[in-house]
Nanobody, 123 residues
Framework: QVQLVESGGGLVQAGDSLRLSCADS????????MGWFRQAPGKEREFVSG????????YYADFVKGRFTVSRENAKNTMYLQMNSLKPEDAAVYYC????????????????WGQGTQVTVSS
């Protein structure tokens, strides 16, 4: 069965960087688009970034463009989210998810989710 596990979260100062990883135990990781979401306390889960099956196409929510970069290494069954210039408003639990279509963006476009990793950004 598919299992997604996020890692790399932690406590950082505003302006610092983190790299999140999403490891997939599935046998067909390279066949699916993937995405990152985040959820802060009292807020809805929101889309952060997506990447197609090959890693050649990436896309981002407006609030992270120019700061975050999504990538994947299919040979390692792993997706990454490089987060630079972190802001206090970036603090949230970050989730990776497996898509069910070519360019998934909404929650309904993803079928499997990880447990999440906490990112805390102090000012």
């Amino acid at each position: 069965q598919v299992q997604l596990v996020e890692s790399g979260g932690g406590l950082v100062q505003a302006g610092d960087s983190l790299r999140l990883s999403c490891a997939d135990s599935g046998r067909t990781f390279s066949m699916y688009a993937m995405g990152w979401f985040r959820q802060a306390p009292g807020k809805e889960r929101e889309f952060v970034s997506g990447i197609d099956w090959s890693g050649s196409s990436t896309y981002y929510a407006d609030f992270v463009k120019g700061r975050f970069t999504v990538s994947r290494e299919n040979a390692k069954n792993t997706m990454y989210l490089q987060m630079n210039s972190l802001k206090p408003e970036d603090a949230a639990v970050y989730y990776c998810a497996r898509g069910i279509n070519q360019l998934p963006r909404g929650i309904a476009d993803f079928s499997s989710w990880g447990q999440g990793t906490q990112v805390t950004v102090s000012s």
